[in-house]
C-alpha cells in the first residue's frame, strides 16, 4: 500500500493588536503610500502579551478541531519558528503539554525562517510515509515584532506576528498524480547567502536575540527565482502539469515578489492567493496563515490541487504540491 499524507484541517491565530501603516508613519521616517506601493501591506499584527507557543497553540488547536480530531489524535508535533519563547526547552514541547498532547509524542522545533512550514510539512510527510506516524500537526508560528528593531524603517514596516497550522493524517493512495494528500515537496539551502537576512545577534555570539537586518534588494532578487523554481521542482517531482493547479500559496513577503513567481509559472492572477496585506510577512505562518483563510473563505476547496512555495533567510527555499 502507497501512503500518503492527506491534510484534514488548517488553523491560525492572528493577534488581536493591529498596526496600520499609518501607525508606523508616527514611528519612523515612512508613509502608507511608500509600504502599500513598494511591498503590498496595509497593515500587521503585533502580540502584546502572548508567547509564539500561546499563538501557536491557538492555531493548532483550530487546526485540530477543523480535523475532527483531539490532541489525543496526535502522533507528532513540528513548529517552524525564528522566534522561540526560550531557547530552550523548544516551542514544541510547550504546546505539547499546553494542548495536553500524549506523552511520549514526538515535538520538536525547526529553524528555515521563511522556508520553515515548507521544511515542516516536508519532515512530517517523510515521517508519515514511512509509517512512523499516522497523525501529525504541522505549526509555523512566529512573534517576529520582537526581533525588530522598530528604529529601522528598512525593516520595522514588513514584518508581523501570527500562527498557521496544518493536520496531515495518513490515507491510502496509489502512488501517483491523481492521489489526495502531500503529492511532493522539496527543499533546498545555500548559506553561503546569509549575510543578506539575518539578526544581529544570537545565543553563542551575543547572548541576545538580535534584531531583524536585511539588504532588501539581494533578497528581492534571490526571492523570484528561487520561489518559481522550487514550485518547478515540486511540480515535476508530483506529475503535475501547471495547467493543472488551482492555487500558488507562496510565501507572503512582497506582492511585487509573488506577481512576479505568479508571471513565471505563467498563472492568471486569480490563482495566486495573496494575505500579506492584512499581516504583513509573518515568516513561517505565512502560508499556513493563507491556507486556513482560503480554505474557511471557501477560496480554496476539497480536491484543488495547491502550490506551495517559500523562500528565507539561510538563504533557505522550498516546495510542495497538495491535493486537498
Ligand atoms: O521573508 C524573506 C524574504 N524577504 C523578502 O523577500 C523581502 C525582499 N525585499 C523587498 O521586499 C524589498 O527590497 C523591500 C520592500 C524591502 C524594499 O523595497 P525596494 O524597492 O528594494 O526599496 P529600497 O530598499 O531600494 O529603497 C528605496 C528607497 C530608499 O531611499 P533612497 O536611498 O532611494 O533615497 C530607501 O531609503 O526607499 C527608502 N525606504 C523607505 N522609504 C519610506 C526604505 N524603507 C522605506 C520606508 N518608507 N519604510
Redesign the pocket.
Known sequence: MFIRSEVVGFGRYLPEKVLTNDD?STM????DE??RT??GICSRHVVTNETTSVIAGKAVTMAIKNANMTPQDVDLLIVASVTPDLTTPSTATLIAAYLGLRPGVPAFDISA??SGFVYALTLADNMIRLGQVKTAVVVGAECLSKIVDWTD??????FGDGAGAAVLRATAGKGDNTDIGVLSTCIFSDGHNAEF?KTTGGVSSTQNAGFVN?N??E??KH?VVSLAEAAETALKQAGIEKDKINWLVP?Q??V??IESVGERLGLEPEKVIVTLDHHG?T?AA?IPLALSENTENGRIKKGDVIVLTA???GFTWGGAVIRL
Open positions: 508606523l519612523v521616517e515612512t508613509n511608500w509600504i513598494r511591498t525562517a521563511c524603517r528598512n525593516t520595522c514596516v514588513l537576512l536585511m532588501g534588494k533578497v528581492f526571492a510565501h513577503a512582497n511585487r515578489i510577512n515568516s505565512s523562500m528565507g533567510a
